[in-house]
C-alpha cells in the first residue's frame, strides 16, 4: 500500500497538461488501446506495422518541442500588436454569426442527432459557419475565467453550466469533435488558474468520459435507420471469390461477432484508426504518396464545382485494398477519419510524418512559452490550451477541416498580439 501511494504521489508532480506529457501520451494510449482488436485486425488482413510512424512521430514532436522550450521562443506579434485590444471584439463577431448559422441549421435541417443521414447532409456553409458558436463561446467563456480575480467554486460550477448549455446545442446536431475541443480546453484551464487536476485524477476521468463518447458513437451507428439508402450496410459481393477465402472470411466474421457490439464499441475509434493507417501505409507502399493531394482538398473543397473532400479519397484509399477482401472499412459515402499521422503519411511517407509532428511540436511549446512569460492568468493560457486539445484530438480525426484551421490560426494570431501583463508583476502557477 505504501508503494502504490509512493507511486502516485510521483505521478501526480507530473504537469499532466505540459507539451512533454499531454499529447504524447494520448497518442500512446490511442494507439494502445487499439491493440484489443477483437479480431478486427485479422478481419480486414492488416500485415502492415504502424509503429515505425508512430515511434517516427512522437521522436519528432519532442524534437520541436524541445528546442523551442530551451530557446525560449515565443510567436513574434507580425506587427500587428495594435489590434490586441479588438481580439475580443472580434471573437464576439464570430460568436454571432455562429448563432444565426446554428438558428437556420436548426430550421432548415432539423436535429442531426436524430440520424445519421440527416448529420451528413446538413448545409455545409451553415454548419462552417454554425461552428463559430462553440469555438466563440469557448473563448469568452474561458477568458473570463482565467481574468476572474477570486475564483471561487460557486463561479466554477456557473462556468461549467455555462459550457454544458453550448455543448448540449452541439450534442443536439450529434456532433462529438466540438463537445471534446470544448471539454477539454475547458480543463485545462481550470487546471491552470483554479485548480491543479493530478494525473491520477485525470486518468480516472479519461477512461470515464473515453467510455462515454464511445457509447454516443456507438448508439448513433446502432440507431440508423437502415430503411434510408444513405445507412445502407450492404457489404462487397464476394461471389467470385473462391471458396476458401469465403470461409475464412466468414469464420473471421463469426469470432469477431462473439464480442458483443457494445465491448467493441469500447475502443472502436482506435481500432478503426489503427486499421486505417495500416492500409494508408500499405497503399502508399503498393501505389505511391499522393503527393500533397490530401492536405491540397482541405483548401480546395470550398472553391466552386465538385470537389472530392479530403477524408473521402481517405475513403477511396483505405476501400480499394479491402474491397477485394469482401469488406468495407467505411461504408461508401462515408468519410474516414485518417489520423493524423494517416494524413501525412498518405501524401508523404516518413519524411511528411517527421516534418508535421516538428511543425506540432514547435507551435505548441511556442505558445506554451507565451504561458510562462506571461502567467497562467491571460489569453495565452486559454491560446495553450485550445491549441494542444485541437492538436491532440486530431490525433484520431486528423486536421482536415478548413475551419479547424482558420481557428487555430486566429487563436495564435491573437495570444501572438493581445497585450501581455508587466511580467515582473506576475508569476506563472496557480491561484492557491
Given at each position: 500500500?505504501?508503494?502504490?501511494?509512493?507511486?502516485?504521489?510521483?505521478?501526480?508532480?507530473?504537469?499532466?497538461?505540459?507539451?512533454?506529457?499531454?499529447?504524447?501520451?494520448?497518442?500512446?494510449?490511442?494507439?494502445?488501446?487499439?491493440?484489443?482488436?477483437?479480431?478486427?485486425?485479422?478481419?480486414?488482413?492488416?500485415?502492415?506495422?504502424?509503429?515505425?510512424?508512430?515511434?517516427?512521430?512522437?521522436?519528432?514532436?519532442?524534437?520541436?518541442?524541445?528546442?523551442?522550450?530551451?530557446?525560449?521562443?515565443?510567436?513574434?506579434?507580425?506587427?500587428?500588436?495594435?489590434?490586441?485590444?479588438?481580439?475580443?471584439?472580434?471573437i464576439v463577431a464570430l460568436m454571432t454569426i455562429g448563432i444565426i448559422a446554428y438558428a437556420l441549421m436548426i430550421m432548415q435541417s432539423g436535429l442531426g442527432i436524430s440520424d445519421e443521414s440527416v448529420r451528413r447532409n446538413?448545409?455545409?456553409?451553415?454548419?462552417?459557419?454554425?461552428?463559430?458558436?462553440?469555438?466563440?463561446?469557448?473563448?469568452?467563456?474561458?477568458?473570463?475565467?482565467?481574468?476572474?480575480?477570486?475564483?471561487?467554486?460557486?463561479?466554477?460550477?456557473?462556468?461549467?453550466?455555462?459550457?454544458?448549455?453550448?455543448?448540449?446545442?452541439?450534442?443536439?446536431?450529434?456532433?462529438?469533435?466540438?463537445?471534446?475541443?470544448?471539454?477539454?480546453?475547458?480543463?485545462?484551464?481550470?487546471?491552470?488558474?483554479?485548480?491543479?487536476?493530478?494525473?491520477?485524477?485525470?486518468?480516472?476521468?479519461?477512461?470515464?468520459?473515453?467510455?462515454?463518447?464511445?457509447?454516443?458513437?456507438?448508439?448513433?451507428?446502432?440507431?440508423?435507420?437502415?430503411?434510408?439508402?444513405?445507412?445502407?450496410?450492404?457489404?462487397?459481393?464476394?461471389?467470385?471469390?473462391?471458396?476458401?477465402?469465403?470461409?475464412?472470411?466468414?469464420?473471421?466474421?463469426?469470432?469477431?461477432?462473439?464480442?458483443?457490439?457494445?465491448?467493441?464499441?469500447?475502443?472502436?475509434?482506435?481500432?478503426?484508426?489503427?486499421?486505417?493507417?495500416?492500409?494508408?501505409?500499405?497503399?502508399?507502399?503498393?501505389?505511391?504518396?499522393?503527393?500533397?493531394?490530401?492536405?491540397?482538398?482541405?483548401?480546395?473543397?470550398?472553391?466552386?464545382?465538385?470537389?472530392?473532400?479530403?477524408?473521402?479519397?481517405?475513403?477511396?484509399?483505405?476501400?480499394?485494398?479491402?474491397?477485394?477482401?469482401?469488406?468495407?472499412?467505411?461504408?461508401?459515402?462515408?468519410?474516414?477519419?485518417?489520423t493524423f499521422i494517416g494524413q501525412l503519411f498518405l501524401d508523404g511517407g516518413y519524411l511528411l510524418v517527421a516534418i508535421g509532428f516538428l511543425l506540432y511540436g514547435t507551435i505548441v511549446s511556442l505558445v506554451y512559452n507565451?504561458?510562462k512569460q506571461g502567467g497562467t492568468h491571460t489569453f495565452h493560457t486559454v491560446a495553450y490550451a485550445f491549441v494542444i486539445t485541437m492538436f491532440t484530438v486530431s490525433m484520431h480525426t486528423g486536421l482536415l477541416d478548413l475551419?479547424?484551421?482558420?481557428?487555430?490560426?486566429?487563436?495564435?494570431?491573437?495570444?501572438?498580439?493581445?497585450?501581455?501583463?508587466?511580467?515582473?508583476?506576475?508569476?506563472?502557477?496557480?491561484?492557491?
Amino acid at each position: 500500500m505504501s508503494h502504490l501511494k509512493s507511486t502516485l504521489a510521483k505521478m501526480n508532480t507530473i504537469d499532466t497538461f505540459s507539451p512533454y506529457f499531454f499529447l504524447p501520451f494520448i497518442l500512446v494510449l490511442y494507439f494502445f488501446t487499439s491493440l484489443f482488436d477483437f479480431h478486427r485486425f485479422e478481419l480486414f488482413n492488416i500485415s502492415y506495422s504502424i509503429w515505425p510512424a508512430v515511434i517516427t512521430a512522437l521522436v519528432f514532436y519532442y524534437i520541436g518541442v524541445y528546442i523551442v522550450d530551451k530557446k525560449g521562443w515565443t510567436f513574434p506579434t507580425f506587427g500587428l500588436a495594435a489590434l490586441g485590444k479588438y481580439v475580443v471584439h472580434f471573437i464576439v463577431a464570430l460568436m454571432t454569426i455562429g448563432i444565426i448559422a446554428y438558428a437556420l441549421m436548426i430550421m432548415q435541417s432539423g436535429l442531426g442527432i436524430s440520424d445519421e443521414s440527416v448529420r451528413r447532409n446538413l448545409n455545409p456553409k451553415l454548419m462552417f459557419f454554425s461552428h463559430l458558436l462553440w469555438y466563440g463561446a469557448l473563448l469568452l467563456l474561458s477568458y473570463r475565467m482565467v481574468k476572474e480575480k477570486s475564483m471561487t467554486w460557486k463561479k466554477a460550477i456557473m462556468y461549467a453550466a455555462a459550457f454544458a448549455v453550448i455543448m448540449f446545442l452541439f450534442l443536439l446536431m450529434g456532433y462529438r469533435t466540438p463537445l471534446i475541443l470544448m471539454l477539454f480546453t475547458g480543463i485545462i484551464v481550470f487546471h491552470y488558474t483554479v485548480q491543479r487536476i493530478k494525473l491520477s485524477w485525470f486518468i480516472s476521468f479519461l477512461l470515464i468520459v473515453g467510455i462515454l463518447f464511445s457509447m454516443f458513437g456507438f448508439l448513433r451507428v446502432v440507431t440508423e435507420d437502415t430503411t434510408k439508402e444513405f445507412n445502407n450496410r450492404d457489404q462487397p459481393d464476394i461471389s467470385e471469390m473462391e471458396e476458401e477465402e469465403k470461409e475464412k472470411l466468414l469464420t473471421v466474421e463469426q469470432q469477431v461477432n462473439l464480442t458483443p457490439k457494445w465491448v467493441r464499441g469500447l475502443n472502436g475509434e482506435s481500432v478503426t484508426g489503427h486499421i486505417v493507417l495500416s492500409k494508408i501505409i500499405e497503399y502508399t507502399d503498393k501505389e505511391g504518396y499522393l503527393g500533397g493531394e490530401i492536405h491540397a482538398g482541405v483548401f480546395s473543397t470550398v472553391l466552386p464545382g465538385e470537389q472530392i473532400s479530403p477524408r473521402m479519397k481517405v475513403t477511396e484509399v483505405v476501400n480499394s485494398l479491402s474491397v477485394e477482401d469482401g469488406k468495407f472499412i467505411t461504408r461508401p459515402n462515408r468519410t474516414t477519419t485518417p489520423t493524423f499521422i494517416g494524413q501525412l503519411f498518405l501524401d508523404g511517407g516518413y519524411l511528411l510524418v517527421a516534418i508535421g509532428f516538428l511543425l506540432y511540436g514547435t507551435i505548441v511549446s511556442l505558445v506554451y512559452n507565451k504561458v510562462k512569460q506571461g502567467g497562467t492568468h491571460t489569453f495565452h493560457t486559454v491560446a495553450y490550451a485550445f491549441v494542444i486539445t485541437m492538436f491532440t484530438v486530431s490525433m484520431h480525426t486528423g486536421l482536415l477541416d478548413l475551419i479547424f484551421v482558420l481557428m487555430l490560426g486566429f487563436v495564435i494570431l491573437a495570444s501572438a498580439i493581445i497585450k501581455t501583463p508587466n511580467p515582473s508583476r506576475i508569476q506563472f502557477g496557480m491561484r492557491k
